[in-house]
């Protein structure tokens, strides 16, 4: 029988490369006009903002590269965008639908 | 606490807030046999199962399955009895995936090999969810009524690890259990599982029947709550919970199905479509099946769906409450196997004039210090007997 190693808690940080698990499908919902993400027993709906971020998630591109890119394109305050993704990875990495 | 069932559709937001409104149903749960070797006192099969014989085939699933899709049904449950006693299911998982649909599969795992697992998974299984009736391994065995379960349940976490599908541990709780929960959270985090769901048995159908002999005082519901409480803040990041409290202690019920008609669809072993999986228990429903009419019409149409949908069939209190589109009335079987008539409030609701009863029932029952024995789902003993049913009626 394999060995099973356990878990423990990912923390988010800036240099953190967050990426959607194999399990965990994004996908554009077009009957019903809106990304979703299809997870074990659940259906999450990300708003706008986390759907920009989610489509950067790709397990090669730090947290700071993803809000250096937003920050740019967005015309907004790099510190500010910094934290709010590194609070918005966090929270999906605890609902298990980011590994960091 | 009214979390969903765990067989509802779950929607919920990342970061804003919950879809509200739902024109297509979410969720499939394909029951794809009645056929369990477990025995469980619990099981939320109804009272009349489905024989063998009048199973869908391979191809009406398929077609089911391509019609859920279509329909914009996001997530399948394959459930059953034992999922894992159809032979095709691995053809099932790949149509599932071809189609575009999120495939779990509910299992208790004892007929499952890890050659079959492979095969699943490489059909493109999604996830899986494997139940326990308990950590300790004779009570495990007093309760499903089988020999060996909990060891191959062990093989059946580890290799789902290895191939790197997603575990969820579901444990069914009850009063011959619940005293060994913070056991099983332990397990579940041990077994790798990313999702624990701690379900307080529902009292419909097989379970009604052992009422007496499963249900748990409020005092130790009121403690499980705390220990998962606990649990969450310890396993934050490692294991997500979902908790199904029993209703019988509730102020408000769950709202059931998350509403009746309005996210999900069950389709039985031999094809019929339900709004709920004990649907059957309600009397003057007609169920159409997946061989007669195309899923779409079914829930567009049909008059199971149409009956208890929305909000127009309700009368006081639901009718003039504040949350009648949070709770939706609550549960209209429940209501039906409790008093009798399907359109009353769920008696598990503090607002209804059966409520007191309700309770009282649960308080005597869990405090009776010699609980009936278990009265174990055997195949053969599917006859209905509704003796149990309607029994707050005068």
């Known amino acids: 029988m394999a060995e099973i190693t356990p878990r423990s808690r990912a923390l988010a940080s800036t240099d953190a490369k967050p990426a959607l698990p194999k399990h965990i499908k994004m996908r554009h919902d077009a009957g019903r006009g809106r990304w979703i993400l299809l997870a074990p027993e659940r259906v999450f709906e990300p708003d706008d903002t986390a759907v920009e971020v989610l489509k950067l998630c790709d397990g090669v591109r730090t947290v700071r590269d993803i809000a250096t890119k937003l920050a740019t394109d967005y015309n907004a305050p790099l510190n500010e965008i910094e934290g709010d993704i590194v609070a918005m990875v966090q929270d999906l990495a605890d609902k298990g639908v980011l590994r960091l | ?394």
């Open chain 2, 1 to 394: 606490m009214n979390e969903i069932t765990p067989i509802a559709p779950a929607v919920q937001s990342a970061s804003s807030a919950d879809v509200s409104c739902m024109r297509a149903p979410m969720g499939l749960l394909a029951e794809l046999t009645h056929r369990c070797p477990l025995q469980c006192p619990y099981c939320s099969n109804p009272l009349e199962m489905d024989r063998a014989n009048t199973e869908l085939s391979t191809a009406d699933w398929q077609r089911v399955f391509t019609e859920a899709a279509g329909l914009g049904i996001l997530q399948l449950h394959l459930s059953g009895g034992e999922p894992t006693a159809r032979n095709d299911l691995e053809q099932l998982v790949a149509t599932a995936a071809e189609v575009g649909m999120y495939s779990n599969l509910i299992t208790a795992g004892v007929l499952l090999t890890q050659d079959r697992l492979k095969a699943l998974a490489d059909a493109g299984l999604d996830h899986l969810q494997l139940s326990i009736q308990d950590v300790d391994e004779a009570n495990a065995e007093k309760i499903s009524a089988y020999k060996g379960g909990l060891a191959k349940k062990r093989d059946v976490c580890a290799w789902t690890n290895a191939l790197g599908l997603p575990l969820t541990i579901n444990a069914p709780i009850h009063r011959a259990n619940i005293e060994n929960l913070p056991a099983i959270i332990e397990f579940a985090a041990s077994m790798g599982a990313g999702r624990l769901e701690v379900a307080h048995v529902q009292y419909y159908a097989w379970a009604l029947k052992n009422r007496a002999a499963l249900m748990p005082t409020k005092e130790q519901v009121m403690k499980t709550v705390e220990i998962v409480e606990a649990a969450r803040e310890k396993y934050k990041g490692i294991m997500v919970f979902d908790f199904v409290v029993p209703d019988y202690y509730a102020k408000f019920p769950k709202p059931c199905m998350s509403g009746w008609g309005r996210g999900s669809m069950n389709v039985t072993p031999s094809g019929k479509v339900l709004p709920c999986h004990i649907a059957e228990s309600i009397p003057g429903l007609e169920f159409d099946n997946v061989r007669d009419r195309s899923l779409s019409d079914i829930w567009i149409n049909g008059q199971a769906f149409q009956k208890y949908r929305g909000t127009s069939w309700m009368k006081d209190p639901c009718k003039s409450c504040e949350r009648r589109e949070i709770d939706w009335g609550g549960c209209r079987c429940q209501a039906m196997l409790m008093t009798g008539d399907p359109t009353n409030t769920d008696p598990a609701c503090s607002l209804s004039p059966r409520h007191a009863e309700f309770v009282a029932l649960a308080s005597v029952e869990s405090h009776d210090s010699h609980p009936p024995a278990f009265v174990y789902r055997r195949i053969g003993t599917q006859t209905a007997d509704h003796s149990t049913t309607g029994e707050l009626d005068e």
